[in-house]
Each structure stands twice: as structure tokens, then as C-alpha cells.
């Protein structure tokens, strides 16, 4: 079992920063990957980033590209999210999540792919 706690989420204005950090314990010597998403009211869970065990690879969806920075330090156990230039449409719960992606036959980018989910921190962007 995995244990992900997110946090660093709050209210920025539109254009600003926020990094987030999503800190693992438990059976965290297996090599997984680790994935951020999103859920903003009444939509479905969407994909942002993931990064491969080593964070040698990295994925980011189109929205995010460019403006959002995954990062991991595996002796912390912790992966982070930098998010510059945030817009209103950021706006969203954010879940870490992670996973033996290249075991399974899903992509980075898909839920299934991941076994382990945060609680999710809130994201809001003011315009």
C-alpha cells in the first residue's frame, strides 16, 4: 500500500504560481510512477502530467503544456507540480496519483493506470 498526501493548493490570481507537492509513505520502494489530474466541477477527472519512475520521461496534457512543471526527488518520496501562469480554467481539485504504468496496459495519461490516489488540494484561480 501507498499513501499520497497532496498539499500547497489555495487562491492565486490569474497569471500567478502555485507548486504543489504530493508527499508517498508506505510501500514505497516499488518503482512507480506518478501522475497529477484534475476534477473541476461538474467535469470528469482529466489528465495533467505524469512522470516515469526516474523522471526521465514526462507526458503533459496540450492545456498544461509549457505552464506546468512535474518534478520528482525520490530519496523525499515526493513528486511536485509547478504551475506558472495559472488560469481561471485551472481552476480544479488536483490528485496525485501513482503506479506501475509500464506494468499495466494503460499510458500514462489514463486513471486505470494508477493504483494509488490522494485526497486531491484545491486549486482556484481568480480572474
Known amino acids: 500500500q501507498v499513501q499520497l498526501v497532496e498539499s500547497g493548493g489555495g487562491l492565486v490570481q490569474a497569471g500567478g504560481s502555485l507548486r504543489l507537492s504530493c508527499a508517498a509513505s508506505g510501500r514505497t520502494d516499488s518503482m512507480y510512477a506518478m501522475g497529477w489530474f484534475r476534477q473541476a466541477p461538474g467535469k470528469e477527472r482529466e489528465f495533467v502530467t505524469a512522470?516515469?519512475?526516474?523522471?526521465?520521461?514526462?507526458y503533459y496534457a496540450d492545456s498544461v503544456k509549457g505552464r506546468f512543471t512535474i518534478s520528482r526527488d525520490n530519496a523525499k518520496n515526493t513528486v511536485y507540480l509547478q504551475m506558472n501562469s495559472l488560469k481561471p480554467e485551472d481552476t480544479a481539485v488536483y490528485y496525485c496519483?501513482?503506479?506501475?504504468?509500464?506494468?499495466?496496459?494503460?499510458?500514462?495519461?489514463?486513471?486505470?493506470?494508477?493504483?494509488?490516489w490522494g485526497q486531491g488540494t484545491q486549486v482556484t484561480v481568480s480572474s
Open positions: 512522470a516515469s519512475w526516474s523522471g526521465g520521461s514526462t
Open positions: 496519483a501513482a503506479g506501475q504504468v509500464e506494468r499495466s496496459p494503460y499510458h500514462y495519461s489514463d486513471s486505470p493506470a494508477y493504483d494509488y
